[in-house]
């Protein structure tokens, strides 16, 4: 392990060992300092935040684009902050955590036993909303982690969500479609981050008037098992609780072929998205490179690094 990963994760490791000790204020008011002083020094991840913001809100100012970008890493951090003290929330703090509106889309579609898919992109903290789904509604749900470098800060993650009630199938080697595809036939829920696809091989859609490129595997996991398929977009607001939306299903296609199928599922998919994040972009944590003109060569690697979140 590299002297880079060790300190990786030895900074995760500190951060759920330590943060989650926190009275929250203390939590809240540290994340709100990281933040402030992650913008002023205007990194990598900044530039590239306040970026997107300017596909998402094209008419904003460059000073409005820096009230976004601050307002932006703010969430970021609170996000992480939560994340680190998730494992240490009673129950009832967890259920008061999280409001979710339209979750009659969810309860209704788990009670007809025939699968359901939650898909989210990275607005505000889709951890906390999935251990509101394993707290207040008792239903445990499947996901997907990408493999991050280091193993062992992987191994952290994987540990802190299933903590949670969560399963976690790792993103490579081919073998999380079946198991996905398993799960949902039983009856089950499967919970996908599916705004950034990681495998590019995946469908291209209109998103805030240019070409993005999203995962397929919602849209193919919803043909292929009859599983319904829901939108769900998060944010916050000056309260502790994060607000919620659960969107209708998105209908299979009567007519056309497999791919054109995905093609208008997904694109359906990008567009309850991005009602969610027009409507708050500061919570949408999207560090890294999306819209294809802006893509550069992908690394072979992946890691948690320049803003990624897993």
């Not at 990281?34 to 530039?47: E, N, Y």
């Not at 309860?107 to 903290?125: E, F, R, Y």
């Not at 990681?198 to 043909?223: H, I, K, N, Y």
């Amino acid at each position: 392990m590299s002297a880079r990963d060790r300190l990786t994760d030895a900074l995760y490791g500190l951060g759920w060992g330590t943060v989650k000790k926190l009275p929250e204020p203390a939590a809240v008011r540290l994340g709100r300092t990281i933040a402030d002083l992650a913008w002023k020094q205007r990194g990598k991840g900044v530039k590239r935040l306040e970026s997107n913001y300017a596909r998402v809100v094209p008419d904003a100012s460059p000073e409005r684009l820096a009230e976004l970008s601050r307002a932006g890493m703010r969430s970021y951090l609170r996000y992480w902050m939560e994340s680190f003290r998730l494992p240490a929330w009673s129950p009832e703090r967890i259920r008061n955590g999280f409001d979710p509106k339209d979750v009659h889309h969810l309860t209704d579609g788990l009670a007809s036993d025939q699968g359901v898919i939650l898909a989210l992109p990275h607005l505000g903290n889709w951890d906390l909303a999935g251990a509101w789904v394993t707290t207040e509604l008792e239903t445990p749900f499947t996901t997907v982690a990408e493999r991050l470098r280091p193993e062992t800060l992987y191994d952290r993650f994987v540990a802190y969500r299933e903590g949670l009630g969560m399963e976690v199938l790792p993103h490579s080697g081919g073998t999380a479609f079946g198991t996905l595809a398993r799960r949902l036939r039983d009856g089950g829920l499967v919970c996908l981050v599916s705004d950034r696809d990681l495998s590019a091989s995946g469908v291209e859609v209109d998103f805030f008037g240019a070409t993005a490129r999203m995962p397929a595997g919602p849209a193919l996991l919803a043909q292929q098992t009859g599983a319904l398929l829901l939108p769900v977009t998060l944010w916050y607001d000056d309260s502790p609780v994060m607000q919620g939306r659960v969107h209708p299903p998105i209908e299979v296609p009567e007519s056309g072929t497999r791919a054109e199928k995905t093609s208008v599922m997904t694109q359906a998919l990008a567009d309850a998205f991005a009602s969610g994040i027009a409507e708050h972009p500061e919570d949408w944590h999207m560090l890294q490179r999306l819209w294809l003109d802006d893509l550069e060569p992908r690394p072979s690697a992946a890691g948690a690094q320049d803003g990624e979140r897993p």
